[in-house]
């Protein structure tokens, strides 16, 4: 059956299409190029509208034990945001930690088409593939956390041969059926239970004696190496506190010109200047990741209002929970592999912290050149709910909103912050390129973020409402694999997305000293810490897209 | 799932997860016996054998207590719902997949969720939702802790191979020669028997009643902030006992405090969970310590979960208004049948045989394993598969962090609890 798009202001990066008027064609998924006698069998006119691929989310806890933690912690984050089942949609429970159907529904009435969860524990992959095997409609996948293992550190300790480094990371990438590698705090989660309180980019851990350098060049090379397309995925150390933007600038400085992705840079772009000891460093941020092109980020924005983080960074969340809003928290080391902490927190714009979070975070999407290599996430739920994306789309592109918005603030805040003398609007074009076609070029999904011949048809089509937040907040069309999913911003077919994953090829014998490791130390047999294909497809309840990794070096 | 090995002949299951106790050890060997059923060859206990070497028996579903095809069966089942006005699904002993099935039916009929041994799990969750959680896992407590306080549970009975497995393990991650461990059980009449093995040294016996624990640990807590606390007398044992708990606490590298909520049988328990968690959380300032709640049975693990990321809520959740409607008193299963809020309880019990439905009146549909010994004749009975033996399936640990597959490991007529629901929503 083939579908057209008739007359859309077309917003294709990836292509180089930059609002032009041109008709786009469906057929079985897929977007094409029909003869031209072909018969339509579905005509849409989206004259004047704007026409994107659909959303990629490169970053948003919306799936995994620590979610599901926090939505246990957090029952009055969903009283009153509980939504009722309609003819095709299940209840859905919403708010800062959605439910996983809440989670599906919410994204596609937004047009996006994917999320990716970025902190999946070997050790919990199976719940964070279940969870998101619940969430409906979007396509997902995790990226599996390394850097606080103990395999992964006894290797590094040991100084292991890089190649038995590699087969490893390769080996639980298939284990937990990931499609990229992150690191949190890059051997901190670890030090933490030696009861190390802090972890410098140069300071040793006490027992395995490695460094969060050492950690972080191992597994930037070591992914570089595996043909990985998605870089390392680097949550750095330090997040939060004042002066990490000099562990972030070193971070940059020593990657050695290796590809790594830093994440929630926000976070950890804090200087210590003025009054209260806490300043933007995002102008000095933002300048090393003009320079240095090896480099990718997102933001991790912070949004005002009431959220709860979630993090695999225990030792830094355990520092967080004196400001834990409401006053409860909790913190989990597990299974010699990772950790995590979940603590509810309240963003005010009143507060001259929390207001000048906000404008680091801005202050970073418009000093950064290159759109290409920043991609637009609040974190979720970290700095707020990925459902304040229409929001902070018109923050970028508006620039009265954004001053009115700054006369709301904490007055102070701005006066550490260069936000107050940036003009830059973001165009359509830009917004395409950090929602859609960035995202998908450095996750290496081939054939998803574009309109071009071949592509996915995972479509959003927008009113060009000047209101850009109205805009982006309820597209009137969202097509997933060419199937019409919303209407005028409302869901009228629920599908099941597919798992990304990535499978870099590593030498099999690694699983004799695997399972061996396993048998001695772990509670869980390394057969049944593999997931198979069969748990995620599960008789049809969901699928897998197997995306290509390069040619493994060595 | 993960194809099947057969080693020392047909039928030779090796890594078996076992789904009759919460820690859901993985490593069985089973395989086939003489009668025809299932065999525990190696690495299992009391809970593995009762439940891996039960008969196989496949009676027929009923429908007021006269045999009936599965077909009508469900027919039956669903139209009892449909006719309901509030249908109770309780028991839930199920696991991921059989959840999500009553998850969605309970959608449809606008019923209430609610696991047979949610009020144990309140226990911690009010706690949870009251102030929070310092916790480890298993694999962490099994390699890194130097102390264990048992606090108030008896281990030894609920989890037979919590000792062997977590306590004394052979080798640990972090020493090729690693240090014995002290284990303190803090309770009265504590079976201590397993306490026991090459890691294993001090044991300390604290023997004060256990719905005191709570006063205690919060007599060390003030302690360690230097309040003065008077009297010779603490929580029913003597000062210097409690001092002396105190400072191996404060002088562990990593010590692990374990519970298990349904031991805590007594009221405003979970006052007892807050003062566990509250020292522990207050330790972590200048120290590791942890908490590890354990127990988790029937399902429980697996089916709070699925309720709460697919609802966004804890289990005892309603559906009646067409949304999730979360209240931990009023959707109490227990209760609601007790006080007849329900015109129709609909029990899953799919595990053990000690699942068995409640004493009432009010009908019931039952879909559990042929081993329940049923009071009543429910108005529909409906056999089902027990998830890790008859067919396979998912399952949640105690710890909440690691899930294990569940195995298929021998045919039979049973069918899984999932398809059951499935094909009762399909009717209704």
């Known amino acids: ?554 | 799932m993960e194809s099947e090995k057969s080693r020392s002949g047909a039928n030779h299951h090796e890594n078996v997860a076992c789904p009759f106790c919460g820690m859901a050890c993985d490593d069985l060997d089973i395989g086939p016996s003489s009668n025809g059923s299932l065999k525990v060859l190696k690495n299992g206990c009391a809970k593995a054998s009762a439940g891996f070497e039960r008969a196989l028996i496949e009676p027929s579903p009923q429908v007021d207590g006269m045999d009936v095809s599965l077909d009508e069966a469900v027919a039956a089942a669903a139209e009892l719902i449909r006719e309901s006005r509030l249908p109770v699904f309780g028991g839930l002993g199920t696991d991921v997949d059989g959840m999500r099935a009553i998850m969605t039916l309970a959608e449809r009929s606008g019923g209430v969720v609610d696991h047979a041994l949610s009020g144990d799990a309140y226990r911690n969750l009010r706690v949870y939702q009251s102030s929070g959680y310092l916790t480890t896992s298993l694999t962490e407590a099994r390699n890194r802790a130097d102390l264990f306080i048992i606090a108030g549970c008896d281990i030894n009975k609920i989890h037979p191979r919590f000792f062997e497995r977590i306590v004394s393990p052979e080798r640990s991650m972090f020493s090729e020669s690693p240090p014995k461990r002290t284990v303190i059980f803090l309770g009265k009449g504590l079976d201590q028997s397993a306490a026991k093995g090459e890691r294993v040294g001090d044991v300390l016996t604290l023997p004060c009643d256990v719905n005191r624990i709570g006063e205690i640990l919060d007599a060390m807590r003030a302690m360690d902030k230097e309040a003065t606390i008077s009297g010779n007398d603490i929580g029913g044992l003597p000062r210097a006992a409690v001092e002396d708990l105190l400072a191996r606490c404060k002088a562990a590298t990593y010590g692990v405090m374990v519970w298990v909520p349904s031991s805590f049988d007594f009221p405003n328990a979970d006052l007892t969970v807050q003062a566990i968690n509250a020292f522990i959380k207050d330790l972590n300032s200048s120290q590791r310590f942890a908490g590890l709640s354990l127990g988790g049975s029937e399902g429980s693990t697996s089916v709070n979960a699925v309720c709460t990321w697919q609802s966004g809520f804890p289990l005892r959740v309603s559906f009646a208004s067409g949304k999730a409607d979360y209240d931990p008193s009023r959707y109490d299963a227990g209760r609601m049948i007790a006080a007849k809020e329900t015109d129709l309880l609909i029990w899953l019990a799919s595990y053990t045989e000690a699942l068995n439905p409640p004493d009432t009146d009010v009908p019931t549909i039952v879909l559990g394993t042929p081993h329940l010994s049923l009071k009543r004749k429910p108005k529909v009975y409906i056999p089902v598969g027990t998830p890790g033996v008859d067919h396979a399936g998912t399952i949640v640990r105690v710890d909440s962090v690691v899930s294990l597959p569940l195995r298929k490991l021998r045919e039979s007529k049973l069918p899984p609890a999932a398809d059951v629901i499935a094909s009762i929503e399909a009717a209704l």
Request: some cysteine.
């Open chain 1, 1 to 554: 059956m083939l579908i057209k798009l008739t007359g859309g202001k077309i917003y294709d990066p990836a292509n180089g299409v930059d609002g032009e008027i041109r008709d786009i064609f469906i057929e079985d998924g897929r977007i094409v190029s029909p003869s031209p006698d072909a018969k339509i069998a579905h005509e849409y006119p989206v004259h004047g509208r704007v026409v994107m691929a659909g959303g990629i989310d490169p970053h948003s806890h919306i799936g995994g034990g620590k979610v599901t933690i926090a939505r246990t912690l957090m029952p009055e984050d969903h009283i009153g945001h509980e939504m009722a089942a309609t003819d095709i949609t299940r209840p859905a429970t919403g708010r800062a930690i959605p439910s996983t159907l809440d989670a599906g529904y919410r994204y596609a009435e937004m047009g996006y088409t994917a999320a990716f969860e970025p902190a999946m524990l070997p050790s919990n992959a199976r719940q964070t593939h279940l969870e998101m095997g619940d969430t409906p409609i979007i396509d997902k996948g995790g990226f599996v956390m390394l850097g606080s293992d103990d395999y992964f550190l006894r290797q590094l300790a040991g100084k292991a041969d890089f190649s038995a480094i590699k087969d490893y990371i390769a080996w639980t990438m298939h284990a937990a059926q990931a499609l990229a590698v992150k690191v949190v705090n890059p051997g901190g989660i670890s030090a933490f239970k030696f009861n190390q309180r802090k972890l410098d980019l140069d300071e040793k851990h006490t027992f395995y004696g490695v460094t969060p350098r050492d950690i972080i060049l191992t597994l930037a090379r070591g992914m570089k190496e595996l043909g990985v397309i998605h870089p390392i995925h680097i949550h750095g150390c330090n997040l939060g506190v004042p002066g990490g933007v000099e562990t972030t600038l070193a971070t940059i400085n020593g990657a050695e010109g290796l590809p790594i992705h830093l994440t929630h840079i926000q976070f950890h772009s804090y200087g210590t200047e003025g009054d209260m000891k806490f300043s933007s460093g995002a102008a000095r941020v933002a300048e090393a990741v003009n320079t240095n092109k090896n480099i990718s980020i997102d933001i991790g924005q912070v949004m005002f209002g009431q959220t709860c983080t979630i993090s695999g960074d225990s030792m830094r969340q355990f520092v967080t929970t004196r400001s834990a809003d409401p006053k409860k928290w909790v913190v989990m080391d597990i299974e010699c592999d990772a950790g995590c902490g979940v603590i509810p927190f309240k963003y005010r714009d009143k507060s001259f912290v929390n207001a000048l979070q906000w404008a680091i975070g801005l202050e970073l999407f418009l000093l950064v050149n290159d759109p290409w290599r920043i991609f637009l996430t609040t974190d979720h739920p970290n700095g707020g709910p990925f459902t304040c994306y229409p929001h902070l789309i018109r923050l970028l592109m508006d620039k009265t909103f954004r001053q009115e918005m700054m006369q709301t603030i904490n007055q102070d805040a701005l006066k550490y912050s260069t936000l107050g003398t940036l003009d830059r609007e973001y165009t359509l074009y830009e917004i395409a390129i950090m929602t859609r076609a960035g995202p998908a070029r450095s996750l290496g999904l081939v054939d998803r973020g574009h309109l071009g011949v071949g592509a996915c048809a995972d479509i959003t089509v927008y009113d060009d409402n000047p209101d850009r937040e109205a805009m982006f907040a309820k597209p009137e069309l969202l097509f997933k694999n060419g199937e019409l999913i919303v209407r005028n911003g409302k869901i009228v077919k629920v599908v099941t997305g597919a798992t990304h994953v990535a499978r870099p090829s590593f030498d099999r014998s690694i699983e004799r000293s695997l399972k061996s490791y396993f048998d001695d130390f772990n509670t869980v047999r390394m057969e049944n810490f593999r997931l198979s294909d069969d748990e995620i497809i599960n008789n049809g309840r969901g699928s897998l897209i197997i995306q290509p990794t390069r040619a493994r070096v060595a």
